[in-house]
């Protein structure tokens, strides 16, 4: 058997994961990759010696004979890619996706099934089996190192992207048993998304195994919370997170356990590929099999039906839709106005808010709706490009304000704009892999290179600043500034005498709320 060919659509921070990940094999040959924005995969190309560049997957499937596709698109795109392989030409011997399987139950399920009946094997990226940390507690608990298992409690920032790991964890400390049925109930109280994805912003289930082990996973402490596992036992318990494993045994101290561990280029994921190409080669199934995701992915959304019964709902899952969504689209759930408000701290400051949540009427839209209000939230860009921008006009000001863009989306935010929108123009684009150039985020557009990277995440909220005093510009991003200069340097944005904020969607959802202005110091 000669090398293996491998296709990777995605070329953002999953896919490059993805990439490295397999150059750490020699039975594989990158063969392709494909990305709808082209220098996303040129730089690829680049990095990981990839052969082949497309802008289209299904181009990429229809020209290339590929043996193996990772597929590392956002969570909606799924379904439609992992089916598109198996309307290949020729299909891929495997199929490595990234998680979560989809937002709806439906998709996930069609996917499992239509490559279980096709034959090709499908992987889901619940990488953490591979990790050495989660691997040895697992261990330990099959060598009764606290006794019986009895019940396992998790926390993480959501139910479906972080939520589909932990999940993952519970089936793999409890023999991957088919659990019994789920009790969960969840809130949404801010439009909050992953990667595109809808996400709850507090939820609890309640799982419950034939053995009588019990699972509980809570939500919505945001991401700066602990993200730990704990197991309980009939003699002790036993603390994981990515980091170490700590073991409390009856009548004993707190104990840290050793976990030998050999540094591997890009981690589990890497761990996860190595694996893949071994169980395409000796003809085995992955333990990251579509299967196991399956019956992960129906707690994500068992604990969503559990919410929409109110009621605990007994497995195997029997829906098609995603609950969460439903029923937000039929009024049963709703999200409230984001509030336009000023905190105490902002007050003393001097803070004006630009924007109250539900009216234009400090604002011209242009050309007319093109921007529009939902939800306390300002939304530009929907139906094409447009710039939203205040009556009044501005010298010395310091804004402050949230922002989220869609995939590969781009905008930006002008200062002393004149009549035509143009003016002292910061750049905010969903850039984060690119290279810091002069028209990359939070610099200053075409002349200035920001100093740092802003970290933004495309569909994600950003925090911005940016304070005009005389000729002097600066500007953070998420706490990190990332540009100063003096615009004498540029002698014809420091001719700006004064002129209206703009903001301006350019490509995709531009979303803006918090919009704040004062004197700067």
């Known amino acids: 058997m000669g090398k293996l060919r491998v296709g990777i659509m995605g070329c953002g921070g999953r896919g490059q994961s993805h990439a490295l990940g397999y150059r750490q094999s020699d039975q594989v040959v990158l063969a392709a990759c494909a990305d709808t924005h082209r220098p996303a995969a040129e730089r ?24 193996i596709v990772s597929m590392c698109l956002w969570p909606a795109l799924h379904c439609e890619a992992v089916l598109a392989c198996l309307e290949a030409p020729v299909l891929p011997r495997l199929i490595n996706a990234e998680k979560p399987m989809a937002p709806i139950y439906g998709e996930a399920v069609r996917m499992h099934e239509a490559c279980l009946a096709a034959g090709v094997p499908l992987t889901f990226s619940h990488q953490r089996r591979f990790g050495p940390h989660f691997a040895k507690a697992r261990d330990l608990l099959a060598e009764g190192a606290i006794g019986t298992l009895q019940r396992l409690e998790m926390d993480c920032p959501n139910l479906l992207d972080w939520g589909t790991h932990w999940f993952d964890m519970m089936l793999f400390y409890n023999q991957d048993l088919d659990p019994d049925w789920i009790l969960g109930q969840i809130g949404c109280v801010d439009d909050e998304r992953v990667f595109g994805a809808r996400m709850e912003t507090a939820g609890l289930a309640y799982v419950k195994w034939p053995n009588n082990v019990t699972g509980l996973l809570t939500t919505g402490h945001g991401t700066g919370a602990p993200v730990t596992i704990r197991a309980l036992g009939s003699k002790g318990m036993m603390d994981v997170d990515h980091g170490k494993v700590m073991l409390l045994r009856e009548g004993q101290a707190w104990e840290r356990v050793a976990v030998p561990a050999k540094p591997v280029p890009g981690d589990d994921t890497t761990l996860h590929l190595l694996d893949s190409i071994a169980c395409v080669r000796e003809g085995r199934e992955s333990i990251l099999c579509s299967r196991n995701a399956l019956r992960t992915t129906q707690l994500i959304f068992g604990t969503y039906e559990s919410a929409r019964r109110r009621a605990r709902v007994v497995l195997p899952l029997k829906i098609d839709d995603s609950p969460l969504l439903s029923m937000l689209e039929k009024g049963q759930m709703r999200i409230p106005d ?4 000023l905190t105490e701290d902002e007050e003393r400051q001097g803070f004006e808010l630009l924007f109250d ?14 921007w529009a209000v939902a939800g306390g939230i300002l939304r530009g860009g929907y139906d094409g490009a447009g710039g939203l921008r205040t009556r009044r006009r501005f010298t010395d000001v310091l804004v402050r304000c949230e922002f989220r863009l869609g995939s590969r989306g781009r905008a930006a935010l002008v200062l002393r704009a004149d009549a035509t929108g143009r003016g002292i123009e910061i750049p905010l684009f969903d850039d984060r892999w690119e290279p810091r150039e002069r028209t990359s985020t939070g610099g200053l557009a075409g002349r200035v ?14 925090w911005l600043v940016a304070s005009l005093k005389g000729t002097a510009l600066s500007v953070s991003i998420n706490g990190k500034q990332t540009l100063a200069c003096d615009l004498r340097d540029h002698p014809d944005l420091a001719a700006l005498a004064s002129g209206p904020l703009v903001l301006r969607a350019e490509v995709g959802p531009f979303d803006v709320r918090n919009v704040m202005v004062r004197q700067p110091d």
């Open 44 to 67: 690829m190309a680049q990095n990981y010696g990839v052969q082949a560049i497309y802008t289209d997957y299904r181009e990429m499937l229809a020209r290339e004979r590929l043996d």
């Open 338 to 341: 984001w509030p336009a408000f």
């Open 357 to 370: 949540g539900h009216r234009l009427q400090r604002w011209q839209s242009v050309p007319s709706g093109a």
């Open 449 to 462: 290179a920001p100093v740092a990277d802003g970290d933004i995440g495309a569909s994600r909220w950003n």
